[in-house]
């Protein structure tokens, strides 16, 4: 191998289900790393926890600095104390360059794939490539952008594009465009718009939608739009272009057999024999292609966070190939988070350890405690995750919301919301209301009740 796929490279972040934390914007910290108190502008939607809260703020530093390669950290609390929140918390603070890929323990049983196959996805997940190469481009404000149509070829009704005329502005001069047509279909993908700032590489066509153009900037700003600067030079001129890639981008765009019109790469075109799943082997040549990039100036390796939730869940297998792989030279960040205390290390039988982790593992962890909640706290989460749900609780239903959040879990209270404010509706209230909770408690057991009434009618249940 030769070279490899980079410029076709597609994202493959993973998705992932976090409604439960929508509200949770940062860690909410000063610009000294104090914790916010809640309610002041700032907090990022988390409320106390202040210790673990600014622990992760200097491990988010950390990270930044690149002083935390191969390093491990423990996120260790009871259930529904944070810990979830905080990780994903760390992860909105790295921002969108630095990769976070986050995983459940229990997912390396869940598929046909061994165990050490999807610890080892997830590690190239959490690891980012920043690729600097300079380009032959066009870049500029879009001005025009109108798709050419001819009569169909075939006959018939339809009407096919022949080609795009597209205008591009800088700061010094407009240029008027005729594209291909296979052009216009990465710019409809891009959903490049009149007033968007692009470039369009000269040699593949590929192109990149870097923002809205500052003179499209208004007072009713849009918040995901980012808006960019007109780009100054000519229309037509060289450019570094910067890609971040992850290596498991990497990995999955070689290990695809190629198909349809394809890009050059870096170094040249490739010849890929048909293969369909990444192995060792490719790994490890992408490893010494990357590590060659690295070694001439045109990359630099971004080590990214992989998060770890419910570890107990790991077997003893995993724990062994995961301590293995943080030594290697190419290692991310690795955040694990727990609410098991003294626990028999799963696929080991009986040997017990803090938080059912090998003590080798476990001597090398940063260990970051939550606390409980006091009811305080609590109401004032629960009334936040109201407010992100577009509920309004009364003050009397939130005491005790907070008071059910103490005696069994935060996320057993946050979870009665919903079916709360469905019994308010039916009751034609717009607020949740004592009653509301009352009639849904009665419905709904919590784990603790759940588990003292199996206790009590053992003898009715199957064994
Ligand atoms: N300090 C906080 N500020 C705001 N919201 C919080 C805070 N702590 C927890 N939450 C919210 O409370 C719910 C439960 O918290 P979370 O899931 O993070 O707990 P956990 O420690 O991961 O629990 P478990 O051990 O059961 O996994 C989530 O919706 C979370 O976003
Ligand atoms: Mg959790």
Known sequence: MTGMKIEEV??????????????????????????????APGSGGLVGQEQAREAAGLVVELIRAKRMAGRAILLAGPPGTGKTAIALAIAQELGNKVPFCPMVGSEVFSSEIKKTEVLMENFRRAIGLRIKETKEVYEGEV????????ESPVGGYGKTVSHLIIGLKTAKGTKQLKLDPSIYEAMQKERVEVGDVIYIEANSGAVKRQGRSDNFATEFDLEAEEYVPLPKGDVHKRKEVIQDVTLHDLDSANARPQGGQDILSMMGQLMKPKKTEITDKLRKEINKVVNKYIDDGIAELVPGVLFIDEVHMLDIECFTYLHRALESTIAPIVIFATNRGRCVIRGTGDIVASHGIPLDLLDRLLIIRTLPYTQEEMSAIIKIRAATEGLTVDEE??????EVGSKTTLRYAAQLLTPCSITARICGRPNIVKDDIKDISELFLDAKSSAILLKENDDKYMH
């Open 10 to 39: 597609k994202s493959t972040v993973k998705t992932q289900r976090i409604s439960a934390h929508s509200h949770v914007k940062g860690l909410g910290l000063s610009e000294a790393g104090e914790a916010v108190k809640v309610g």
């Open 143 to 150: 001005t025009e952008l109108s798709p050419v149509e001819t």
């Open 397 to 402: 239903a939130l005491n005790i919301l907070s």
